[in-house]
C-alpha cells in the first residue's frame, strides 16, 4: 500500500499530465481542423482519433485522481485538499440527518 506523499506525488505527476494532455489535444485538433480545410478525409479521421485519444486519456486520469484522493480521504489525510472542501464523516454519513427545509415565503 501506497504511504500518503507517494500518493500525494501521483496525483500532482496525474495533474500535470492532464495539463500536458490537454495542450497536446489543442495542438492535434489544430492539425485536425487544418487537415480537414486540404483533405476533408483526413480531417475527420484526425479529429475522431483526437476525440477518442482526448476522452481516454482525460477519462483514466480523472479515475486515478479521483482514487488516490479517496484513499487519502479514507486514511484521514485529505492535505491535497483545501480544509473547507474537506467533508466531515458525519456529514458525509448515511446515518447523519439533515434538517429539513424551511419555507422562507411569506404566510
Not at 481542423?33 to 486519456?57: K, R
Not at 486520469?61 to 467533508?87: C, K
Amino acid at each position: 500500500m501506497a504511504s500518503n506523499r507517494e500518493l500525494q506525488t501521483w496525483i500532482a505527476s496525474s495533474k500535470r499530465t492532464r495539463q500536458h494532455l490537454k495542450i497536446a489535444v489543442i495542438a492535434m485538433a489544430a492539425v485536425s481542423v487544418g487537415a480537414a480545410l486540404v483533405n476533408g478525409t483526413f480531417g475527420v479521421i484526425g479529429l475522431g482519433l483526437t476525440a477518442l485519444i482526448a476522452g481516454a486519456g482525460f477519462w483514466i486520469l480523472h479515475g486515478h485522481i479521483t482514487d488516490w484522493e479517496s484513499q487519502l480521504t479514507r486514511r484521514g489525510s485529505s492535505s491535497s485538499q483545501p480544509a473547507s472542501s474537506r467533508v466531515s464523516p458525519v456529514a458525509s454519513s448515511t446515518t447523519a440527518r439533515a434538517e429539513p427545509r424551511r419555507s422562507t415565503a411569506a404566510p
